[in-house]
T-cell receptor, first 115, second 112 residues
Framework: AQTVTQSQPEMSVQEAETVTLSCTYD???????LFWYKQPPSRQMILVIR??????QNATENRFSVNFQKAAKSFSLKISDSQLGDTAMYFC????????????FGPGTSLSVIP | DAGVTQSPTHLIKTRGQHVTLRCSPI?????VSWYQQVLGQGPQFIFQ???????GRGNFPDRFSARQFPNYSSELNVNALLLGDSALYLC???????????FGPGTRLLVL
Protein backbone atom coordinates (compact mmCIF):
# COMPACT_ATOMS: atom_id res chain seq x y z
CA ALA A 1 0.00 0.00 0.00
CA GLN A 2 1.09 3.52 -0.71
CA THR A 3 1.26 6.06 2.11
CA VAL A 4 2.21 9.71 2.36
CA THR A 5 3.51 11.25 5.57
CA GLN A 6 3.81 14.91 6.48
CA SER A 7 5.48 15.21 9.86
CA GLN A 8 4.83 18.93 10.38
CA PRO A 9 1.16 19.58 11.22
CA GLU A 10 1.73 23.33 11.52
CA MET A 11 4.41 25.76 10.43
CA SER A 12 4.84 29.49 10.31
CA VAL A 13 7.15 31.81 8.40
CA GLN A 14 7.78 35.51 8.27
CA GLU A 15 6.71 37.31 5.13
CA ALA A 16 9.50 37.38 2.49
CA GLU A 17 11.36 34.52 4.18
CA THR A 18 11.86 30.97 2.90
CA VAL A 19 10.16 27.89 4.32
CA THR A 20 10.47 24.18 3.57
CA LEU A 21 7.66 21.67 4.05
CA SER A 22 8.61 18.02 4.45
CA CYS A 23 7.03 14.95 2.92
CA THR A 24 7.93 11.29 2.76
CA TYR A 25 6.12 8.51 0.96
CA ASP A 26 6.21 4.78 0.74
CA UNK A 27 5.71 2.72 -2.40
CA UNK A 28 7.12 -0.26 -4.23
CA UNK A 29 6.17 1.22 -7.59
CA UNK A 30 8.76 2.73 -9.89
CA UNK A 31 6.60 4.88 -12.17
CA UNK A 32 4.65 7.51 -10.30
CA UNK A 33 4.01 11.20 -9.82
CA LEU A 34 4.29 13.44 -6.81
CA PHE A 35 2.38 16.65 -6.20
CA TRP A 36 1.99 19.49 -3.80
CA TYR A 37 -1.50 20.90 -3.50
CA LYS A 38 -2.48 24.08 -1.68
CA GLN A 39 -5.85 24.55 0.00
CA PRO A 40 -6.49 28.09 1.27
CA PRO A 41 -9.24 28.79 3.79
CA SER A 42 -11.58 29.32 0.82
CA ARG A 43 -11.10 25.53 0.34
CA GLN A 44 -10.31 25.44 -3.39
CA MET A 45 -7.59 22.81 -3.84
CA ILE A 46 -4.89 24.18 -6.14
CA LEU A 47 -2.13 22.19 -7.83
CA VAL A 48 1.14 23.92 -6.94
CA ILE A 49 3.74 21.70 -8.51
CA ARG A 50 4.18 18.19 -9.97
CA UNK A 51 7.19 15.92 -10.26
CA UNK A 52 7.56 12.84 -12.44
CA UNK A 53 9.47 10.11 -10.63
CA UNK A 54 11.55 9.28 -13.70
CA UNK A 55 12.92 12.82 -13.88
CA UNK A 56 15.98 13.55 -11.79
CA GLN A 57 15.69 17.29 -12.22
CA ASN A 58 13.70 18.95 -9.45
CA ALA A 59 10.56 20.75 -10.55
CA THR A 60 10.26 24.52 -10.14
CA GLU A 61 7.28 26.84 -10.48
CA ASN A 62 8.14 30.47 -9.81
CA ARG A 63 8.68 30.78 -6.03
CA PHE A 64 7.93 27.08 -5.45
CA SER A 65 10.52 24.35 -5.87
CA VAL A 66 10.89 20.77 -4.72
CA ASN A 67 13.72 18.62 -3.48
CA PHE A 68 13.00 15.13 -4.79
CA GLN A 69 15.12 12.37 -3.30
CA LYS A 70 13.85 9.16 -4.90
CA ALA A 71 16.04 6.74 -2.99
CA ALA A 72 15.04 8.29 0.31
CA LYS A 73 11.42 8.62 -0.85
CA SER A 74 11.42 12.24 0.18
CA PHE A 75 9.68 15.14 -1.56
CA SER A 76 9.97 18.50 0.18
CA LEU A 77 8.51 21.82 -0.96
CA LYS A 78 10.44 25.07 -0.67
CA ILE A 79 8.57 28.35 -0.81
CA SER A 80 10.78 31.37 -1.38
CA ASP A 81 9.87 34.99 -0.68
CA SER A 82 6.78 33.92 1.27
CA GLN A 83 3.67 36.01 0.75
CA LEU A 84 0.54 36.43 2.86
CA GLY A 85 -1.43 34.64 0.14
CA ASP A 86 0.65 31.52 0.73
CA THR A 87 -1.20 30.95 4.01
CA ALA A 88 -3.00 27.63 3.48
CA MET A 89 -3.01 23.90 4.09
CA TYR A 90 -0.42 22.18 1.95
CA PHE A 91 -0.93 18.58 0.96
CA CYS A 92 1.76 16.32 -0.39
CA UNK A 93 0.27 13.73 -2.73
CA UNK A 94 1.27 10.66 -4.70
CA UNK A 95 -0.15 8.91 -7.73
CA UNK A 96 0.89 5.72 -9.49
CA UNK A 97 1.20 6.41 -13.20
CA UNK A 98 -1.38 3.78 -14.17
CA UNK A 99 -3.83 4.42 -11.35
CA UNK A 100 -6.27 6.68 -13.20
CA UNK A 101 -6.14 9.80 -11.08
CA UNK A 102 -6.21 7.91 -7.79
CA UNK A 103 -4.23 10.44 -5.81
CA UNK A 104 -3.18 9.57 -2.28
CA PHE A 105 -2.89 12.57 -0.02
CA GLY A 106 -0.90 13.16 3.13
CA PRO A 107 -2.51 14.65 6.24
CA GLY A 108 -1.43 18.18 5.36
CA THR A 109 0.71 20.96 6.84
CA SER A 110 -0.95 24.18 7.90
CA LEU A 111 1.30 27.08 6.89
CA SER A 112 0.83 30.56 8.29
CA VAL A 113 2.69 33.51 6.78
CA ILE A 114 3.19 36.23 9.39
CA PRO A 115 3.35 39.88 8.30
CA ASP B 1 -11.28 29.35 -19.14
CA ALA B 2 -13.70 28.05 -16.54
CA GLY B 3 -12.34 25.64 -13.98
CA VAL B 4 -14.07 22.62 -12.52
CA THR B 5 -17.52 23.59 -11.28
CA GLN B 6 -19.62 21.85 -8.66
CA SER B 7 -23.16 22.19 -7.40
CA PRO B 8 -24.57 22.76 -4.91
CA THR B 9 -21.98 24.54 -2.76
CA HIS B 10 -23.64 23.52 0.50
CA LEU B 11 -26.19 20.90 1.38
CA ILE B 12 -27.90 19.78 4.58
CA LYS B 13 -29.53 16.37 4.77
CA THR B 14 -30.80 14.05 7.47
CA ARG B 15 -29.74 10.49 8.15
CA GLY B 16 -31.19 7.96 5.74
CA GLN B 17 -31.75 10.44 2.93
CA HIS B 18 -30.20 10.36 -0.50
CA VAL B 19 -28.01 13.06 -2.08
CA THR B 20 -26.79 13.85 -5.61
CA LEU B 21 -23.77 16.04 -6.21
CA ARG B 22 -22.87 17.42 -9.62
CA CYS B 23 -19.66 18.29 -11.35
CA SER B 24 -18.62 19.81 -14.67
CA PRO B 25 -14.99 19.28 -15.72
CA ILE B 26 -12.66 21.74 -17.37
CA UNK B 27 -13.39 21.96 -21.08
CA UNK B 28 -11.45 19.25 -22.90
CA UNK B 29 -10.95 17.08 -19.82
CA UNK B 30 -12.47 13.63 -20.19
CA UNK B 31 -11.51 12.24 -16.80
CA VAL B 32 -13.48 13.05 -13.67
CA SER B 33 -12.69 11.84 -10.17
CA TRP B 34 -14.40 12.28 -6.81
CA TYR B 35 -12.85 12.69 -3.37
CA GLN B 36 -14.19 12.94 0.16
CA GLN B 37 -12.43 15.29 2.56
CA VAL B 38 -13.37 14.98 6.20
CA LEU B 39 -12.54 18.05 8.28
CA GLY B 40 -8.89 18.14 9.26
CA GLN B 41 -7.80 15.38 6.88
CA GLY B 42 -6.53 15.01 3.35
CA PRO B 43 -8.96 14.01 0.60
CA GLN B 44 -9.78 10.34 0.10
CA PHE B 45 -10.31 8.93 -3.40
CA ILE B 46 -13.83 7.65 -4.12
CA PHE B 47 -14.19 7.15 -7.91
CA GLN B 48 -12.63 7.92 -11.26
CA UNK B 49 -14.50 7.96 -14.58
CA UNK B 50 -13.15 8.24 -18.07
CA UNK B 51 -15.27 8.27 -21.21
CA UNK B 52 -18.30 7.29 -19.10
CA UNK B 53 -16.60 4.19 -17.71
CA UNK B 54 -15.57 3.62 -14.10
CA UNK B 55 -11.83 3.09 -14.02
CA GLY B 56 -11.08 3.34 -10.34
CA ARG B 57 -12.86 2.91 -7.05
CA GLY B 58 -11.66 3.68 -3.54
CA ASN B 59 -12.53 1.94 -0.32
CA PHE B 60 -16.08 3.25 0.03
CA PRO B 61 -19.32 1.29 0.58
CA ASP B 62 -21.81 0.53 -2.16
CA ARG B 63 -23.99 3.39 -0.90
CA PHE B 64 -21.68 5.56 -2.98
CA SER B 65 -22.16 5.50 -6.74
CA ALA B 66 -21.36 7.78 -9.64
CA ARG B 67 -21.78 8.17 -13.34
CA GLN B 68 -20.41 10.25 -16.16
CA PHE B 69 -22.45 11.71 -18.99
CA PRO B 70 -21.63 12.11 -22.71
CA ASN B 71 -20.60 15.74 -22.09
CA TYR B 72 -18.13 14.43 -19.43
CA SER B 73 -20.01 15.97 -16.51
CA SER B 74 -20.55 13.68 -13.57
CA GLU B 75 -22.82 12.94 -10.65
CA LEU B 76 -21.97 11.42 -7.29
CA ASN B 77 -24.84 9.72 -5.47
CA VAL B 78 -24.89 8.69 -1.85
CA ASN B 79 -27.75 6.63 -0.46
CA ALA B 80 -28.83 6.02 3.14
CA LEU B 81 -26.79 8.90 4.47
CA LEU B 82 -24.92 8.48 7.74
CA LEU B 83 -23.60 11.15 10.07
CA GLY B 84 -20.11 10.11 9.05
CA ASP B 85 -20.79 11.12 5.45
CA SER B 86 -20.58 14.75 6.50
CA ALA B 87 -17.62 16.10 4.56
CA LEU B 88 -16.41 18.25 1.72
CA TYR B 89 -16.87 16.39 -1.57
CA LEU B 90 -14.37 17.37 -4.20
CA CYS B 91 -14.60 16.74 -7.90
CA UNK B 92 -11.50 16.85 -10.07
CA UNK B 93 -10.80 16.60 -13.76
CA UNK B 94 -7.68 15.88 -15.71
CA UNK B 95 -6.33 15.94 -19.23
CA UNK B 96 -5.16 12.67 -20.71
CA UNK B 97 -1.40 12.52 -20.71
CA UNK B 98 -0.94 15.18 -18.04
CA UNK B 99 -0.90 13.84 -14.52
CA UNK B 100 -2.38 15.81 -11.70
CA UNK B 101 -6.12 16.41 -11.43
CA UNK B 102 -7.51 19.92 -11.09
CA PHE B 103 -10.05 20.30 -8.32
CA GLY B 104 -13.34 22.12 -8.07
CA PRO B 105 -14.43 24.19 -5.06
CA GLY B 106 -16.28 21.29 -3.50
CA THR B 107 -19.72 20.65 -2.04
CA ARG B 108 -20.00 20.84 1.73
CA LEU B 109 -22.43 18.14 2.90
CA LEU B 110 -23.78 18.14 6.43
CA VAL B 111 -25.79 15.14 7.61
CA LEU B 112 -27.91 15.68 10.71
Amino acid sequence: AQTVTQSQPEMSVQEAETVTLSCTYDTSENNYYLFWYKQPPSRQMILVIRQEAYKQQNATENRFSVNFQKAAKSFSLKISDSQLGDTAMYFCAFMIATSYDKVIFGPGTSLSVIP
Amino acid sequence: DAGVTQSPTHLIKTRGQHVTLRCSPISGHKSVSWYQQVLGQGPQFIFQYYEKEERGRGNFPDRFSARQFPNYSSELNVNALLLGDSALYLCASSLEGLAGPYFGPGTRLLVL
